[in-house]
């Protein structure tokens, strides 16, 4: 869909930027092979790999989906159109018209056979594929709709491989007016079918942009920022300088995305794969929402950061304003929380900064020391070090109500439906399986914050007959 | 005699890369103090153990590195290259690309089976290339998905094909607020697999080590390299060469197999705890001087008080009063009972240190005589730069409680099935969880009433 594809320009724009800063003899190595391919496009892209060597053409192992031209003809005449190869978009022209039944059900039948044939070419050119990233809204026709068919396809022809989702939620104020429906109709397959989900909410990304817009034009700080530090910023990449509004947004989650896969793609000392994200932070099968949340927003061109500095990055990961959704969850309840680390930042710090924060924070009996840490050793570029913090929280538990708060409101008075329901394969049980869904999984939370102020009781040992 | 290292994961390949520099910067090293003659076997003695020269320039370490991703495989094979006094065989590494992401029945069900032809041909390989094969030491840590499961499932492969080597594991016990939040299940079940299969587990803590970093070596901003560098300097003062007995001629040529004799004389009791003094930054080496009376006071001191290190050590703890008619009873509290002891001494004057405080009845459990349970190894040959250490090596109470810990807490998550899905889905089913927590908590109740 439109965001899913105007973020992924965003991200594959910053990657090539991460890369080239780190990959200064421009040899194809293990780090660039997990998001691109190396091909010889004389043989017209079809040749087979360059596996090792120096770097002929990248191409993205991305597929691009959207059920209208405009945004992904744009990304195909900008900058970034050689990253990607005419056989991985698949593309109509009318749009899904923002319903979820639309892009769910009419171009999922439609499109499904070519899909999974892209799918396949693609997975064939990965030596060990571990993970699929799908980025989507939640609130639109496409992303929302044929973005979940997607996933229970990548759940049939792909179940090893993990599914990550990273979905922009709609705020109150969305000007679709049916966002509701679709989103809690695409939850429903979020629930079933996503490894693990990171919500993602505008209003945050919004916030986060005018905190920034505020601080360098205070002029309070005395120092310059490192234009290209900003999490907003698209300085150093391939594309112009003129940025579109949604741009400076779509950075954070591009940002966010990278961070992730850090510790997956560059050395460290405590490496963490995709695979440990999900083992470590997913409890129980259906409780895979994460809250993530971004440190630094931006680098002062100082050089030397004392230890305070450092220390204040852990602090603000946990602040209510870095968090990617409207969420809280210093006052929530943790069931696991993990911290991805980049840059000069030792097993120390990171120690001594899980002790300081600890007794502010609430944790589920079960998991008191419930940690998960990783050191990467190459920072983000303009930063010396960065944290990305994942956090298994009840604090998404708001965000869910309100969502179904604003489904029950049309729903009732049976608005719109007649849009849905009018597409084969469409039927009144779909929206009411999908709001019982979303409110099983507000309830599962539920339980879970009930045992929050509980007393902690241990359960008895096993007893050894001596 | 010579051990065949095997590294497992990214904390047993970081590890042993420590020890084998720690090892050859020592053999290297001009602060031997003693004869050149004495110099000369330690330096033989030490190349058998830990290297293979042969058509190289520079020695090969006996070692075979497994991982189930490739980046720390491939730093640590270039990085030894780089030091030119030592490196890996290039061919002597298995690695693969998916990790296993944490998850112990992973690495044991899965990548286990999957993989045991390759890499038991690579210890196949390593063996043959000893004269004589003193044993494996395995090196991995119990947090993470490919050292604990992995490993645990080699060692039972090296038990099955290596029926008479004996097999020592090096475990890194995680910080206790965690690394890996599913910690205290893998190391529950690496725990309880490896103690049907491994002669003795030799623990280091992170927690513990990383004290010594802070307090003992003042290291500011302590990385994990400054951990490993502690824990190699630790186990290189246990493994390089010795004497083990009173008028020996020659060194010990079975360091692994004479560890195993003095220390671990029932099966049920394998969880050996490690101590050495004194520890401090390199630059404080040459101001300092030590006495080894003083330094035998503290390390029996610790040893009974059970101090992981050689400050804050509780000097109120006093064994129990000899003669008294019911041992359990008058046993002061904190007092840590041993079943064995060795300890080892390097230096200058080594023949000449009375360790009869460490042949005290009272520091001992009733059923082993003190001739028996205790031990010491001597070298005149200093190590490491330090003019006299001092090593100890205990089957006691040393890991009672961190066991206990790490027992309780799994059994916490456990009662509430948080995470099992993530195991059942490779194989590991809630019976399997069950046997493993049993087998430990006989393991805790055995030392507990030493």
Same mark, same amino acid.
């Given at each position: 869909g439109q965001c899913g594809n105007q973020v992924g320009c965003r991200f594959w724009d910053l990657a090539l930027r991460e890369h080239a800063a780190v990959n200064k003899k421009g040899i194809y190595d293990e780090a660039l092979s997990s998001f691109f391919r190396n091909v010889d496009t004389r043989s017209g892209g079809d040749g087979a790999d360059i596996y090792k060597g120096k770097i002929r053409s990248l191409k993205a192992r991305a597929l691009l989906i959207d059920m209208e031209e405009g945004v992904v003809n744009e990304i195909l005449q900008g900058p970034l159109r050689d990253v990607f190869d005419s056989k991985q978009l698949i593309t109509d022209v009318?749009?899904?018209?923002?319903n979820w039944a639309v892009g769910h059900k009419v171009y999922g039948c439609q499109y499904r056979e070519s899909i999974v044939e892209k799918l396949r070419k693609a997975a064939e050119h990965c030596d060990c594929l571990q993970c699929f990233f799908i980025i989507h809204s939640m609130g639109g026709g496409t992303g929302s709709g044929l973005g979940t068919f997607v996933l229970s396809l990548l759940e049939d022809e792909f179940p090893e491989v993990y599914r990550f989702v990273t979905s922009v939620y709609p705020s109150g104020e969305d000007d679709v007016i049916t966002s509701p429906y679709n989103s809690v109709l695409a939850m429903k397959e979020l629930n079933e079918h996503a490894d693990c989900v990171l919500p993602i909410e505008n209003e945050s990304l919004f916030d986060i942009v005018n905190k920034i817009h505020q601080m360098i034009n205070s002029g309070k700080l005395g120092s310059t920022v490192k234009p290209k530090s900003l999490v907003t910023s698209s300085a150093g990449g391939a594309k112009a300088v003129q940025e579109k509004p949604f741009d400076a947004m779509n950075n954070i989650i591009a940002n966010l995305l990278l961070n992730l896969t850090s510790s997956a793609r560059f050395e460290g000392s405590l490496n963490m794969d995709l695979n440990e994200i999900s083992m470590n932070l997913v409890p129980f099968p259906r409780l895979h929402y994460l809250v993530s949340s971004l440190t630094p927003l931006y680098t002062l061109a100082d050089v030397n950061i004392p230890p305070r500095r450092l220390d204040q990055m852990f602090s603000d990961a946990f602040s209510?304003?870095? #968090?990617?959704? #409207?969420?809280?969850?210093?006052?929530s309840l943790y069931l696991a929380c993990a911290l991805l680390v980049r840059g000069n930042v030792q097993v120390s710090d990171l120690r001594r900064n899980i002790e300081r924060l600890k007794p502010s924070l609430h944790f589920i009996s079960w998991n008191q020391e419930g940690w998960k840490t990783s050191l990467c050793s190459v920072p983000p570029v303009g930063h010396s070090h960065s944290l990305l913090a994942l956090a298994n929280n009840t604090c998404v538990k708001p965000t869910f109500m309100e969502l179904r708060d604003r489904f029950m409101k049309l729903y009732k008075k049976k608005a719109h439906l007649h849009h849905y329901l009018?597409?084969?394969?469409?039927?009144q049980s779909c929206f009411s399986e999908a709001v019982a869904s979303l409110s099983d999984l507000i309830e599962e939370y539920n339980e879970l914050d009930a045992t929050k102020d509980e007393p902690r009781t241990d359960p008895p040992r096993l007893k050894i007959a001596v | 005699m010579s051990i065949v290292t095997v590294q497992l994961g990214q904390c047993g390949n970081q590890i042993g890369h420590e020890l084998f520099s720690a090892v050859c910067r020592d053999v290297h090293g001009t602060h031997g103090l003693c004869s050149k003659k004495e110099n000369e076997s330690y330096h033989d003695a030490c190349k058998e153990r830990f290297f293979c020269q042969e058509e190289s320039e520079v020695p090969v370490a006996r070692a075979v590195l497994v991982d189930m991703e490739p980046k720390v495989i491939s730093q640590t094979l270039a990085v030894a290259a780089r030091s030119g006094s030592w490196k890996y065989d290039d061919r002597s590494h298995f690695c693969q690309k998916q990790g296993s992401g944490n998850n112990w029945a992973n690495g044991y069900s899965v990548h286990g089976p999957r993989h045991k032809e390759a890499i038991m041909n690579l210890m196949q390989k390593e063996a043959e290339k000893c004269d004589r094969l003193g044993g494996f030491f395995t090196i991995m840590s119990m947090a993470g998905g490919t050292g604990s499961g992995l490993g645990a499932f080699v060692t039972q492969c090296l038990r099955d094909a290596f029926p008479n080597s004996f097999i020592l594991n090096h475990i890194i016990w995680p910080y206790g607020t965690g690394e890996v939040i599913v910690q205290n299940y893998n190391s529950v079940l690496t725990l309880s697999h490896l103690y049907q299969s491994s002669d003795a587990l030799l623990v280091h803590e992170n927690d513990v080590i990383h004290k010594i970093c802070a307090q003992l070596m003042n290291i500011k901003q302590i990385s994990f390299r400054d951990v490993n560098q502690v824990i190699a300097h630790q186990l290189g003062s246990v493994f390089q060469p010795a004497y083990t007995a009173e008028g020996d001629s020659d060194y010990s040529r079975n360091p692994l197999g004479d560890l195993m004799e003095t220390l671990v004389p029932h099966p049920e009791f394998k969880m050996l705890g490690l101590r050495n003094l004194p520890q401090m930054p390199e630059n404080f080496l040459a101001y300092s001087t030590f006495s080894w009376p003083g330094l035998i006071k503290h390390l029996r001191q610790m040893l009974i008080a059970n101090a992981?290190?050689?400050?804050?050590?509780?000097?109120?703890v006093r064994p129990p009063h000899p003669g008294s008619s019911s041992r359990s009873t008058s046993k002061p509290l904190h007092f840590n009972t041993s079943l064995a002891n060795l300890v080892i001494l390097r230096g200058k004057d080594t023949h000449s240190v009375d360790l009869g405080s460490f042949r005290d009845p009272s520091l001992y459990t009733s059923w082993l005589s003190p001739q028996d349970a205790f031990n010491a190894w001597r070298t005149p040959r200093a190590f490491n730069k330090y003019e006299k250490s001092a090593a100890l090596v205990s089957n006691s109470q040393f890991l009672l409680q961190p066991l206990d810990s790490v027992v309780g807490k799994a059994w916490n998550m456990f009662a509430s099935k948080a995470y099992v899905h993530q195991y059942t889905k490779f194989g590991i089913e809630e019976e399997d969880f069950l046997d493993s927590f049993t087998a430990l908590e006989q393991v805790i109740s055995s030392y507990t009433i030493l």
């Open positions: 009318s749009g899904s018209g923002n209510r304003d870095h #968090q990617l959704i #409207q969420a809280d969850p210093k006052h009018h597409i084969e394969g469409m039927e | 992981k290190m050689e400050e804050g050590i509780d000097w109120q």
